[in-house]
């Protein structure tokens, strides 16, 4: 599979693309540091791969930008085909955050998947204070429909940092434990093709 938008190209993800992810930047925010690609030795790159890939339920794209640079990957896991749904977790270099890929990706994917893959409903989960992801899917169309504490992965994390300050009820810490709020969100074939009718709309990469 191939898709191409004005600037991205999304494929089936590959091995040799996880290799490129070593060289991929760090996100400054502490919050955000799970999101980092932690992997540097030849098997943990393979095991990597094998565990995202292998379920048939599961399927990875990779993303690349107009010079051919990969930018992300994201993941179309669980594939329920009775309902006709899935779940996406999606991945960019933080390099490469805020120029517009993101909402790119989707514009370009989610006509396929709605359309071609004949899919009816899409969820994603994503922390309460990801603030850039979560504006991005409301953007999209994504609508949140609960929400629930997840134990955060970061438990060595210093309270007193500025990030986690600025994001405190994001945040609840019991027993010594902290917890993160969780959204799960859906988007619906109905509700995307009704807000872009088209694919996008004038202005939505600005």
């Not at 790159?45 to 990957?73: A, Q």
């Not at 998947?113 to 009816?120: N, T």
């Not at 619906?188 to 600005?206: I, M, P, V």
């Amino acid at each position: 599979m191939k898709l191409k938008g004005k600037r991205i190209t999304i494929e089936d993800l590959k091995l040799e693309d996880v290799y490129e992810m070593v060289n991929w930047g760090k996100h400054e925010n502490v919050l955000l540091a799970d999101y980092n690609f932690p992997f540097r030795t030849d098997s943990d790159i393979k095991k990597w791969y094998n565990i995202k890939t292998k379920p048939l339920r599961n399927h990875y794209y990779s993303v690349r930008n107009e010079n051919g640079i990969l930018i992300g990957y994201f993941g179309i896991k669980d594939k329920k085909y009775i309902f006709r749904s899935a779940y996406l977790g999606i991945v960019f270099d933080p390099n490469f955050l805020d120029m517009g890929y993101g909402t790119e990706t989707f514009m370009t994917f989610l006509p396929y998947y709605f359309g071609k893959m004949k899919m009816l409903t899409l969820y994603l989960e994503v922390a309460e204070f990801n603030d850039r992801a979560y504006h991005l899917y409301q953007k999209i169309g994504f609508q949140k429909i609960a929400y629930y504490l997840d134990v955060f992965p970061e438990q060595s994390l210093d309270i007193r940092n500025p990030y986690f300050v600025e994001k405190r009820d994001a945040f609840v810490i019991e027993d010594g434990i902290i917890y993160q709020q969780i959204f799960r969100m859906k988007l619906t074939r109905h509700k995307f093709f009704s807000l872009f009718k088209d694919g996008e709309k004038d202005g939505f990469y600005a």
